[in-house]
C-alpha cells in the first residue's frame, strides 16, 4: 500500500476502538439479574439510565470535581434510589465494586479495531487517541485490548484541562503527533464531540456509527463498522 496522503489519524477510544457498549452492557446484565430493585426496570431501561447517570457524573470527574470510584458510587446510589431501593447509600459502594469487575472482566476491541489499526500502521500512518477521559483509564484498556503498540500517542482531556469538542484538545493531538490539521483525520462515534470538535479544528472527519443512528450531515464520510479493516482504512485515509 502506498504511504496515504493523510500522516495522522485521530481517533476516540470509548466505542470507536474500545467497546465500551459491550463491556458496559454485560456489567448491567449481571446486576439487573441480581439486584431485585432493578427487576422494576428492563435491562434496556436500566442500560438507559445508567447511560444518562454515567454522562452527567463523567463531567465531574473531568473536571476534577470526583474521582471516578466516588463517581461510580454515587452512579449507583442514584440508580438504587430511583429504583426504590432501601438504603441505596449502604448499597452503592458494594454495587459499584460489583459493575467495575464484571466490567473490566467483558472489555474488548470494536470488532475489526485490531485489523484497522494495523492497516493503518502499514500505510505509514500514525495513530494518536484523543479521548474525553483519565489517563490511567485509557492506557489499561488500550494494553488490555491489544491495541497499546499501534498507538503513538494518547491525549486525554484530564491531562490538558479541556474536552471535545474543545479544538484545543485536537491541536494538542496534531501538535504531539508534529501535523497540521490538513494532515489529520479524526474517526469518532460521537456526533457532538468528535465529528463536531474535529471539524472546528480544520480536520477532516469519519463518523463510526455502528449504531444506525440518522446522519446529521451527508457530507461527512460514515462508516457503519471497521470490518472488513481494508475498507474502513480506505475511506479514513482518503484513499
Not at 505509514?124 to 500517542?153: H, P, W, Y
Request: charged share 25%; aromatic share 6%; with cysteine.
Amino acid at each position: 500500500m502506498t504511504r496515504p496522503r493523510t500522516r495522522v489519524v485521530l481517533s476516540d477510544l470509548d466505542d470507536t476502538l474500545f467497546d465500551h457498549a459491550h463491556a458496559t452492557r454485560a456489567a448491567l446484565d449481571a446486576l439487573h439479574s441480581s439486584i431485585a430493585a432493578f427487576h422494576a426496570w428492563s435491562l434496556d431501561e436500566l442500560d438507559r439510565r445508567h447511560r444518562d447517570e454515567l454522562e452527567v457524573l463523567h463531567l465531574d470527574v473531568l473536571a476534577g470535581g470526583r474521582s471516578i470510584e466516588s463517581a461510580r458510587i454515587e452512579r449507583f446510589r442514584r440508580l438504587l434510589a430511583a429504583a426504590g431501593a432501601d438504603r441505596p447509600l449502604e448499597q452503592a459502594g458494594d454495587l459499584a465494586r460489583r459493575y467495575r469487575h464484571a466490567y473490566e472482566r467483558s472489555w474488548q476491541p470494536v470488532a475489526g479495531a485490531l485489523e484497522f489499526l494495523e492497516q493503518i500502521t502499514r500505510a505509514g500512518a500514525s495513530v494518536v487517541i484523543v479521548t474525553n477521559n483519565v489517563v490511567q483509564e485509557q492506557r489499561d484498556k488500550l494494553a488490555r485490548c491489544g491495541l497499546a503498540g499501534l498507538v503513538t500517542a494518547l491525549v486525554a482531556s484530564a491531562e490538558i484541562g479541556v474536552s471535545k469538542p474543545d479544538v484545543a484538545i485536537f491541536h494538542e493531538a496534531l501538535r504531539r503527533a508534529g501535523a497540521e490539521p490538513e494532515d489529520a483525520v479524526m474517526v469518532g462515534d460521537a456526533w457532538s464531540t468528535d465529528i463536531v470538535g474535529a471539524r472546528a479544528a480544520g480536520i477532516r472527519a469519519v463518523w463510526l456509527n455502528r449504531f444506525g443512528t440518522p446522519r446529521p450531515d451527508a457530507s461527512v464520510h460514515e462508516l457503519r463498522s471497521l470490518e472488513p479493516a481494508e475498507v474502513a482504512t480506505r475511506v479514513v485515509l482518503g484513499e
